[in-house]
């Protein structure tokens, strides 16, 4: 499909079924995420790919309480949303209860890992949170994620799990200096699927020159 | 273009004319930026757009001694790779001179600020490099690339700067909270620009339910 079509259709899908994925449509969907860049080009990242059911409910059980506890969170902040930014929030949440009951029968979860020993992570150093090791792992979910909108398949982004890294490293037998920094479940939706999203515009969201000055849109 | 042509041919293009880019065009990149997904759709990032050449010649100021200061230890690394994976190194290399010499000059530098306060980074408390923050900007980062691709335009995703960064802040005016990611130059290629590229094949990037085992690539 148009580049441009997939990227502003790319939906949070979190209502997926069991049904199985094409194999041939899994490898092209997997091969898409190879094709990101890397700082240098090291691509110190790797996926592994959870298909085996005994596995995946052993995520869903990792899993589900992190989401619990986070949208108790969520639904406190949700108290203070407009109306339709609360709909849609609520509506969000159902398809997060929905994909925290049924993570395990996902057909695929894609967790991306990465190894920080060999990232040149620039903001190392600076006193806030650093994000720079995520700039060789991202662009490559990203990609697996337009490759999956553009194969008509279902899927969310998701990082909760890092908060039981270790477990999740035990269970897929990850070995030393390799982390998890995404978990995307894949496969095809229970509903619509992707569709229409919500952002801010371009004159929001983009200064020109200095930061106050806002992007003149054309 | 096809999505996956785009994807397989979105080359690290360092070499970039002086000239123009097309209004609509520039915007037509920063609105694929912002369809990106974020965590909770908070989209915690901004584009600050660098047209100003005295802002981008300052910019090129702070990043030829970084660039000059990282080629020492990647040239010793060049040491010992294989013959054909130096002479690509080493291409590199002169592109990565070229950019460093004419940074100033070139029409647009997409510089990607993020603020980690309203971010939740459920990786935090591992005890490794943290990088989760990174996957609500740097989908956006590659949606501008992969936009930049479909238009026809050269551009790279550098983090070098990131090593100046309260120098950048203080060039581009940011508040309190808000930092830097990721510093994107884009305009037309000097010379073929995007084409094919270098990437390790799925049957490496990729395992089966664990580790050690392998994809079968179909």
Known sequence: MDMYDAMSTLRAVR???SDPIDPAVINRILLAATWAPTG?????????AVEDPKIKTELQHLYKPLWDAY???YRRKMEAMPADEKASSAGALDAGDYLANNLGSV?????FCF????MAITDKDQPRASVVGGGSVYP???????????????????????????????????????????????????????GPIRRKPVNVMVSQDTWD??????
Chains 1, 2 share one sequence.
């Not at 190894?115 to 060999?118: E, H, K, Q, R």
């Not at 000055?213 to 054309?218: D, H, I, L, R, Y």
């Open 15 to 17: 209502r997926i079924k």
């Open 40 to 48: 240098g080009n090291m691509q110190p990242w790797r996926i592994v």
């Open 71 to 73: 949208t108790v969170g």
């Open 107 to 111: 057909p695929l979860i894609a967790v």
């Open 115 to 118: 190894n920080p020993s060999i």
């Open 140 to 194: 490559a979910v990203q990609n697996l994620l337009l490759a999956a909108r553009n194969e008509g398949l279902g899927c969310v982004l998701t990082t909760l799990l890092c908060m039981e890294e270790p477990r999740v490293r035990e269970l897929l037998q990850l070995p030393d200096d390799w982390y998890t920094a995404a978990h995307v479940p894949v496969g095809h939706s229970v509903g619509g699927g992707h």
């Open 213 to 218: 000055k806002a992007w003149p849109t054309v």
